[in-house]
């Protein structure tokens, strides 16, 4: 499972959505989940940059675990998901802070298709306010974007929540675009 994760960890920083050491992957297996340590490199993820601990409950394992533990744990439990990825995609980061929006709105036609919606929370990084925040969010969507942090995304696969964070991250990138030209041209809004 954890070359899968490589994989991906590689994809999201070859592509420019995390930079190397931010960011974190999942998968679930059971009642169990296999989760990036804290500070790993997400394009070199090897065996030993992964740790697996409950769901349910605590280990002494969590200590090593992503700071992002808690929040993994509470979107398994909260949502059908079997992969997480978590990114510091930019122009998903720029958009929270942009008007403070509790949703950002896609303008792009895959983005209004396939997301509808990009749900924003709030919470600190690591903690249970952010783990509530992203369970909630989750539960009817597929990603969402932590307000100043990056995005959470879900799947069934790592594949599935991968293409979702670059959803994400694309509609979010042509809503700053299109917002930014219409600044430029006289009489629009």
């Not at 409950?54 to 992969?83: K, M």
């Given at each position: 499972?954890?070359?899968?994760?490589?994989?991906?960890?590689?994809?999201?920083?070859?592509?420019?959505?995390?930079?190397?050491?931010?960011?974190?992957?999942?998968?679930?297996?059971?009642?169990?989940?296999?989760?990036?340590?804290?500070?790993?490199?997400?394009?070199?993820?090897?065996?030993?940059?992964?740790?697996?601990?409950?769901?349910?409950?605590?280990?002494?394992?969590?200590?090593?675990?992503?700071?992002?533990?808690?929040?993994?744990?509470?979107?398994?439990?909260?949502?059908?998901?079997?992969?997480?990825?978590?990114?510091?995609?930019?122009?998903?980061?720029?958009?929270?802070?942009?008007?403070?929006?509790?949703?950002?709105?896609?303008?792009?036609s895959e983005g209004i298709h396939f997301l509808h919606e990009i749900p924003v929370f709030r919470?600190?990084?690591?903690t249970a306010g952010l783990a509530e925040g992203a369970a909630n969010s989750l539960s009817d969507?597929?990603?969402?974007?932590?307000?100043?942090?990056?995005?959470?995304?879900?799947?069934?696969?790592?594949?599935?929540?991968?293409?979702?964070?670059?959803?994400?991250?694309?509609?979010?990138?042509?809503?700053?675009?299109?917002?930014l030209a219409k600044k430029g041209i006289p009489g629009t809004p």
């Amino acid at each position: 499972m954890w070359q899968e994760m490589a994989k991906f960890g590689k994809k999201l920083v070859d592509h420019g959505l995390v930079e190397s050491n931010f960011g974190n992957i999942s998968v679930r297996i059971a009642d169990r989940m296999i989760i990036t340590k804290s500070g790993v490199a997400l394009d070199e993820i090897t065996e030993d940059g992964v740790v697996e601990v409950p769901i349910e409950g605590t280990s002494e394992l969590d200590r090593i675990a992503s700071t992002e533990t808690v929040v993994h744990r509470a979107i398994y439990r909260n949502t059908p998901a079997l992969a997480i990825m978590h990114a510091h995609c930019p122009y998903s980061v720029v958009q929270t802070l942009i008007g403070d929006p509790e949703s950002i709105i896609p303008l792009d036609s895959e983005g209004i298709h396939f997301l509808h919606e990009i749900p924003v929370f709030r919470g600190m990084m690591g903690t249970a306010g952010l783990a509530e925040g992203a369970a909630n969010s989750l539960s009817d969507h597929k990603g969402a974007i932590a307000y100043s942090h990056g995005t959470f995304a879900i799947g069934k696969t790592l594949a599935e929540a991968y293409i979702i964070t670059t959803q994400i991250e694309h509609s979010c990138r042509i809503k700053y675009l299109v917002d930014l030209a219409k600044k430029g041209i006289p009489g629009t809004p």
